[in-house]
């Protein structure tokens, strides 16, 4: 390549990338560029302030040609006098010119393809192809042994993998032990005494927690509110409530319950839900239609059937004292019959049964019996003719 740009005339443009760093940054651009011949030792590599033309154009000309150039020819563009960069750029301009004339564009692409088919011909690429073990049937989707590196011997001085497993439970139990013992009490340093709501505060707002536990349940936030406890709502505007609210009221305890999960913080849901519930009190307060010829629909609803424990039924100290005397009556007629010899003994009943039942049937012994066949017919099998 470099000797098809001799050729040419041309001087070829040298890679940065390929530059020592000492020599980096005084690499030469082109033949025709003349660049003083100080080092980048004897002078400090620092921008030096150029001076402001009197025209805007030409200062935009030279920034963005600065911008355009290698971030190392960039930090030698800026190491050089304001004469110089004009003759940098003024060179570099000639040396595009001179490259896009379509002349010098073939010869350079003929002398491309000369070096590259050289290259081919006389330095052919080698290739080298490893050998890969075929994996077994067992080992089929695993990773190659290669790149788990060989196993340390063992030297008998360590615990299977099962007794790590237990050894980590071990500390992750005493952990929170400790975290029990020493950190939970401070908590009650926290403590709050409760307070109840006042009237002014009729809405309460349930949410839940998973214990620092991701879950898709943990941001929804559910609030309630009984409708008699709203401030400044007539009978008819409370009525006008409940049937804006629909399945949501509950006709047993007259409380209204609205959840909220759309958004991705408890404090989201929270906020719409009470934009919800402005609305339904701005809805209800609404003069213009008080639905009062719509009925209730509490369809909804399926009320629980209670049972209670009977009055009657319940153990009162004269019942007990009625239930004692009777057990201590029934315990001293079984005494009485005990002694007198009355009192039946369920088991002895039933062996006297059995055995009088043994002794009444007699024994049968078997006994063989002659049967008559009719002439002409033989006898049955095992049987006698008469």
Same mark, same amino acid.
């Given at each position: 390549m470099a000797a098809a740009m001799n050729r040419m005339g041309l001087a070829a443009l040298r890679c940065p990338s390929r530059i020592s760093s000492t020599s980096r940054s005084m690499a030469p651009i082109a033949s025709s560029v003349s660049v003083s011949s100080r080092s980048t030792s004897a002078r400090s590599f620092t921008s030096t302030s150029l001076k402001q033309d009197d025209s805007s154009s030409a200062t935009s000309t030279s920034t963005v040609f600065r911008d355009s150039l290698d971030p190392t020819i960039r930090n030698v563009y800026d190491s050089l006098s304001p004469q110089e960069q004009k003759e940098f750029e003024a060179s570099s301009s000639g040396l595009k010119q001179h490259?896009? =004339?379509p002349a010098v564009r073939d010869r350079l692409e003929r002398a491309v393809g000369e070096a590259s088919h050289y290259v081919d011909v006389n330095e052919p690429r080698e290739y080298i192809v490893f050998a890969r073990?075929?994996?077994g049937l067992l080992a089929m989707g695993e990773p190659e042994p290669e790149d788990f590196g060989a196993d340390d011997e063992f030297a008998h001085d360590d615990i299977s993998s099962h007794a790590h497993g237990d050894l980590e439970q071990h500390r992750e139990m005493r952990e929170y032990a400790r975290i029990?013992?020493?950190e939970m009490p401070l908590l009650s340093k926290l403590a =709050?005494?409760?307070v109840p709501p006042a009237k002014d505060e009729p809405l309460r707002f349930r949410y839940t927690t998973y214990m620092g536990e991701s879950h898709p349940a943990e941001n929804k936030v559910v609030v309630e509110f009984c409708t008699k406890d709203l401030p400044?709502?007539?009978?008819?505007?409370?009525s006008k409530l409940i049937k804006i609210v629909g399945v949501r009221y509950n006709?047993?305890?007259?409380i209204v319950k609205i959840s909220c999960e759309m958004f991705e913080s408890q404090a989201q849901n929270k906020r719409y839900l009470l934009d919800v519930v402005d609305d339904i009190i701005k809805e209800a307060k609404d003069p213009k239609d008080t639905f009062a010829d719509i009925p209730f629909d509490f369809r909804h609803h399926k009320p629980k059937r209670q049972f209670r424990f009977p009055k009657e039924w319940l153990?009162?100290?004269e019942r007990q004292q009625q239930l004692l005397a009777k057990r201590q009556q029934a315990l001293l007629a079984e005494t009485q019959r005990e002694k007198e010899g009355t009192l039946l003994d369920g088991v002895k009943v039933i062996d006297r049964a059995l055995a009088r039942a043994a002794f009444s049937q007699p024994q049968q012994t078997p006994q063989l019996q002659t049967v008559a066949v009719p002439a002409g017919k033989k006898a049955a099998k095992g049987g006698r003719r008469r």
């Open positions: 490259m896009r =004339k073990e075929q994996q029990a013992a020493w =709050k005494p409760f400044n709502l007539s009978e008819t505007q409370r006709p047993d305890t007259d153990m009162t100290p």
